[in-house]
Structure formats: structure tokens, C-alpha cells
């Protein structure tokens, strides 16, 4: 069982259910979000269903790629209609998943530090966004962990769910790694990139709401890349579906359909949703629903952003439509006319990048350098901190 993947785990054993949260826990090692009764999901759906287990022998031979590409386009769908295609919320370190337990942290991760960095990637994506493409084997980890002594932790979910229940999942798994961690964790570190930032939003605000223990050590989130204020791109989409919908045409209609069953987590991007009220009224498909919360971030945690653009001249009429390709800086950088919708973050704490897409800001050694230069700077920062809170 142990460094299982999911395509070994498609036979899952009876489920736990954790009905608080909302999860199924299979085993120690896989989270899933338990939204659907397993009955009505087995009863309904029967021609979706073949399509999606068609698809599943496909991708038996396509490689993991495809299927992260899957989830992030049709994830929700795949949770209820074909779940052993569905991947379940996971940690990773050395290419293997963790069951986290005491016994397996322990195997599993070779050097242990009181310091531990949580990766987590972005919509289509896993976690080997974040290795370098001439140099494989090189990451944001696994630099970190010989410059600053951090403990890497790569996640891989299924970034088709709504980016809160990813964020519920996230929170929950993060506790269980607090409690059986090989050594006391002092300091904990988290940098999402894309969706992974939103993800990771979600999860410190889960986690304080639910007095979760290791959101208190917490200290840094770094989101790279991040739509706070969405993304053009589904602001479009979301348009051309409406207006495709409401043609009273039956091909329009049948393409408009199709277009609307693009998943909830590429429709939270339109506005940067992290929490279940902002979605669960049922206005996300309607014409410009706008239900967005207040930005609320932990006062003891250092948030810092980053973002790119597509010409080297940031101000380049290019750049500033479409941002880094995806995301636009006014968007990665939390700046709005709402104030309620802002970052409210100060200038050293915000780094653009002109010239970066919005792939290259997950490996690229420049981006790197400011990483490891915020991090050093706020691990002088916390060794003169009280060490208990």
C-alpha cells in the first residue's frame, strides 16, 4: 500500500467517513472529498459514466500527465462519475505518496528538519511544475532544503474540485502531518503556485476557523502567479458560455452546454473564490454573479506574491491585458478597487518579473533568488521570536 498511486489504488477499501469535514479517508495515505452519496452516484449518470471509464483505459497508457490535465478541466465530474480516475489529495516527497503515520514519515523522509516547506501547483498541473526543464531533478524544494534547511513537501490533488474543498482536504492532511511528524515542527512554509496559492488561502483559513494546530506555525505563504482577483481567461469563458446558452439555437445551446461543464475549480478562478459561501448559493453560472468575501489574511503569517508578464516592459498595453498569459499583476499582486478584495501587501513584499510566463515563475532560478533571499530574511526574523506561542 505504502507509495501507492492512485492507478494502483483504484479498488479503494470500504471508506471512513468523516462526515464534519466532508471527507473519505481510504487508509492512511488518500483524502477525497465525500460530497456524493456512493449509492446515487453508482445509480445515475450511466452514459457519462461509460464515457469517463472509456477515457480511464485511455489514459492507462497516456501517462499521470494526462490525467492531472483531466482533473483540472473535468475533476468534480470525475469524483462522482469515475472516481479511480479522479486523484485523491496527497503529499508527496521523493516521488513516492505518504501515508502519513509516525512509522512511514519517519522511513520516508531521510533528514528531517523543524522546518518544512509545502509546495502546491496549479490548475491541469502536479507537482513536477516545480522541476526545472533542463534539470529534472532541481526544484524550489530541493534547493531550499540545502540553502535553508527546509523539509520539502510536494502536494498533488485534484484541481477540478472547488478550490475550498481542496482547501478543507488541504488543511486536514496538514494536521495530521503536525501530529505524527518525526520531530516538533517550529516553522512552516507554504508556496503555491496558480491555483495552489488560492488553495493554500483556503486551507490557513479552514485551519484557523477549525483551531487547527499547525496553522500557529505557519509563518510564510508565498503565491506565485496567483489569480486573488481571477483570471481574464475564465471571465471570457464564462461570457461565451452565457451568451451561447442563451442563443435560442440548438447547436449553440449543445455547445454552450459542453462549455459549462468545465469544472468548479477552473470557475472559481473567474473571481478568485476560496471559500464554500462564495459558490455554494448557486449564482457562479449565472450572468455576472460576483459573490466574492472579504480577503482575511492571518496576522502572524508574512504573505508574499509574485508575478510576470509577457513583455519585458510590464507596462506594455500586452502585459497589462493578459498578465503573465493568465494572470494579470493587478490580479497576482491582490490590488483592487474594492478594498475588501485587497491584499493590502507592502511594495517589498510583492516581486514582478517582466518577461516570465506564467509556467516559467514555478522554475526559474531567478525567481529562485527572491524566494531565498525572503526566506533568509524571515528565518532572522522568527529566531528572534519567542518559540512557543
Given at each position: 500500500m505504502?507509495?501507492?498511486?492512485p492507478t494502483?489504488?483504484?479498488?479503494p ?8 469535514i466532508g471527507?473519505?479517508?481510504?487508509g ?11 449509492q446515487e ?14 477515457v ?7 501517462g499521470?500527465?494526462?490525467r492531472?490535465i ?29 501515508a ?9 523522509i ?5 522546518k ?5 501547483h ?15 531533478g ?32 488541504f488543511a486536514e492532511?496538514?494536521?495530521?502531518l503536525f501530529?505524527?511528524?518525526p ?5 512552516i512554509?507554504?508556496i ?8 493554500t488561502r ?11 494546530k499547525?496553522v ?8 506565485i502567479?496567483?489569480p486573488?482577483l481571477?483570471?481574464p481567461?475564465e471571465?471570457?469563458?464564462h461570457?461565451?458560455?452565457r451568451?451561447?446558452?442563451s ?12 462549455a459549462?461543464m468545465?469544472?468548479d475549480?477552473i470557475?472559481d478562478?473567474r473571481?478568485g473564490?476560496?471559500?464554500?459561501r462564495?459558490?455554494s448559493?448557486?449564482?457562479?453560472d ?8 472579504e ?8 504573505y508574499?506574491?509574485?508575478?510576470g508578464?509577457?513583455t ?5 498595453p ?5 498578465g503573465d498569459?493568465?494572470?494579470r499583476?493587478a ?22 518579473f517582466p ?14 533568488r527572491?524566494?531565498?533571499?525572503w ?11 519567542p518559540?512557543?506561542?
Open positions: 505504502l507509495g501507492c498511486q494502483e489504488c483504484s479498488r477499501v470500504r471508506p471512513k467517513t468523516n462526515c464534519d471527507l473519505t479517508v481510504q492512511p495515505l488518500l483524502f477525497r472529498p465525500s460530497m456524493v452519496d456512493p452516484s453508482e445509480a445515475g449518470g450511466g452514459k457519462r459514466k461509460r464515457f469517463f471509464n472509456t480511464a483505459g485511455l489514459l492507462k497508457t497516456g499521470y500527465r494526462g492531472s483531466l482533473n483540472g478541466i473535468v475533476g468534480n465530474h470525475l469524483h462522482r462519475q469515475a472516481p479511480a480516475l479522479a486523484i485523491p489529495f496527497q503529499l508527496r516527497s521523493g516521488g513516492r505518496t505518504l502519513l503515520t509516525k512509522k512511514d514519515l519517519a522511513d520516508a531521510e533528514s528531517p528538519s523543524n518544512i516547506c509545502v509546495f502546491v496549479g490548475l491541469t498541473d502536479d507537482e513536477l511544475v516545480w522541476n526545472y526543464k533542463r534539470e529534472p532541481r526544484n524550489y524544494g530541493m534547493l531550499l532544503e540545502r540553502d535553508l534547511a527546509y523539509t520539502p513537501l510536494f502536494v498533488r490533488y485534484n484541481t477540478g474540485l472547488h478550490v475550498s474543498e481542496n482547501g478543507r482536504l492532511m496538514m494536521e495530521q501530529k505524527n511528524y520531530h516538533r515542527i517550529n516553522e512554509t507554504m503555491g503556485h496558480s491555483m495552489g496559492g488560492l488553495v483556503s486551507a490557513a483559513s479552514y485551519a484557523t476557523d477549525k483551531k487547527k499547525w500557529r506555525r505557519l509563518k510564510n505563504v508565498i503565491m502567479g496567483t486573488h481571477g483570471a481567461l471571465k471570457l469563458g461570457i461565451a458560455t451568451t451561447l446558452l442563443i435560442p439555437l440548438l447547436p449553440t445551446r449543445i455547445v454552450g452546454r459542453v459549462n468545465r469544472s475549480g470557475k478562478l473571481h473564490y476560496t471559500e464554500d462564495e459558490w448559493d448557486g449564482s457562479q449565472r450572468w455576472f454573479s460576483l459573490n466574492k468575501s480577503v482575511q489574511l492571518l496576522k502572524h503569517v508574512r508574499f506574491v509574485i508575478s508578464s509577457l519585458r516592459n510590464p507596462d506594455h500586452v502585459s497589462f491585458i493578459l498569459s493568465l494572470v499583476n490580479s497576482a499582486s491582490g490590488k483592487s478597487i474594492v478594498p475588501e478584495f485587497e491584499l493590502k501587501l507592502s511594495p517589498d513584499r510583492c516581486r514582478q518577461g516570465f510566463s506564467h509556467a516559467s515563475l514555478a522554475h526559474h532560478p531567478a525567481v529562485y527572491q524566494l531565498r533571499k526566506l533568509q530574511q524571515n528565518s532572522d526574523w522568527i529566531a528572534g521570536e518559540k512557543r506561542f
